[in-house]
Structures are given as C-alpha cells and as structure tokens.
C-alpha cells in the first residue's frame, strides 16, 4: 500500500520514526529498515533530535524522543492507555494480583498503565517506574519478536535464554520466578498494534507462594486474552 502523502521529507521522517518504533536502533539499521540513502536518514534523525521527536540513548542509538509523549499526552489520543482501565481491572480481578502494561522505551521498560491487587501481599509497580528490560516475563515479551539484530543484543547480560524467548514465540506469553525480584513471578502477553508488531506487554505479577512455580499454567489464559482485547481495541481505534 502506499503510505505517500505527497510531501517527501514529511514522509522520509515518518519513515524514521515508525523504524524507531520497535527500540533502540542505530543509524545502519535505520538505513536499512527505511530503505533511504545513508546521508538523509542522518540528517532527518539529527533533525528529528533537534526537536526532541527523537533522542539518543547511552550507546548512541536513535530512540523516540520525549516531545512525542508530550504532544500524545495534550492531545489525549494515548489509545492504549485510554484502553487499559477496564482490561487491567478485569485481569486483576480475574486472577485476583496486580496487573500492568509495559512499553518499552530505549533500555528500559516502562509502567504505564496498572491496576493494584487492593488488599494482602502485592507486588506494586506505579505508573512511570521503569524496569529493566534483562529481566521478568515483560521483558521477555517484550524483545522476544524483535529482529535478529536487536535479539542477540538484548540478551546481552540478561537473566533470560534464547531457549526462553523461542518458548515465548511459540506459545505467545512469558513467565518468570524470581528473575526481576527475589520471591516475585509474573506472566506476561503481547500488545500488538495495528500493524501487528508488538508495542506493549500485559502483565500480571504477585508472590510465587500465589503464582505457583507454574504461573503460566495458572493464568497464561486470560492475559493472554488482555492481551488480545487491547490489541483489537488498538486495531479498532485505528480503522
């Protein structure tokens, strides 16, 4: 389908920033992921960065930038948070632990939307707290249909396998005991958005004396169905 709309440098920069939409990438795989010359892709993203649509992370790859969260934030249109409210509130109450979704920005992965287990032992994540991405079901969801490239870098020092990640392809969700925090297991499901690439990852996570060793087995089910329910709310919203 083509997606021009008539202005090529509008569209050029598009292009970056839908390529920067799966991680941290560096300006050879944003050459490649876009198909521009090498010389155009480097001044639209150091353009880009200028006006904080983008960033830099550590390491100097290009990430999205702060200025899209604010100007998604004024304009309200955040649909997968305006869509998470009733979804985590039914997974909490149907799994009775505390539920989240998770993005990923740069390095990190992101709280931004949860729902609290309201009495008893729990395990809390706020909005806004930011976990790393070598560790818990989240983080395995959340890289585990990443490209090749962005694969093997992400495992880089991480509590998880490439064994892990393959059963998280197959199946379609996540678990984990005790990899981001001592005594804590979760179980994770994708988030896609319309064009079917993951940008998100449902969670729930609480005490393994709860959970079980088994989590998966347990609650696999209906995250998994969140996970589903928040990407046909995305698709929807999108028509």
Do not use: Y
């Amino acid at each position: 389908m083509d997606n021009s709309s008539g202005v090529g440098v509008i569209d050029k920069a598009a292009q970056v920033l839908d390529a920067l939409e799966a991680g941290p990438t560096t300006l050879a795989q944003l050459v490649a992921a876009t198909g521009l010359a090498r010389p155009t892709v480097h001044r639209l993203a150091l353009a880009l960065v200028h006006h904080r649509l983008v960033s830099r992370d550590i390491q100097g790859r290009f990430v999205l930038g702060s200025r899209l969260v604010e100007l998604a934030s004024a304009a309200g249109e955040d649909r997968l948070i305006a869509s998470a409210g009733p979804v985590l509130m039914q997974l909490r109450d149907a799994t009775g632990e505390s539920a989240q979704i998770f993005r990923r920005q740069g390095d990190w992965r992101v709280c931004v939307a949860s729902a609290e287990r309201p009495i008893g032992l729990r395990d809390t994540i706020p909005v806004g707290t930011q976990l790393s991405m070598k560790a818990g079901s989240a983080a395995q969801v959340l890289l585990a249909w990443e490209d090749h490239d962005r694969l093997l870098e992400g495992l880089q020092s991480a509590r998880f396998t490439p064994t892990v990640l393959a059963g998280v392809r197959r199946r379609g969700w996540g678990q984990s005991l005790g990899e981001r925090e001592p005594g804590v297991a979760s179980v994770s499901a994708p988030v896609r958005g319309p064009s079917g690439r993951v940008i998100a990852a449902v969670s729930i996570s609480g005490p393994i004396e709860r959970l079980t060793r088994q989590p998966g087995r347990l609650h696999a089910e209906v995250v998994c169905n969140a996970g589903r329910i928040l990407t046909e709310a995305l698709r929807k919203n999108n028509d």
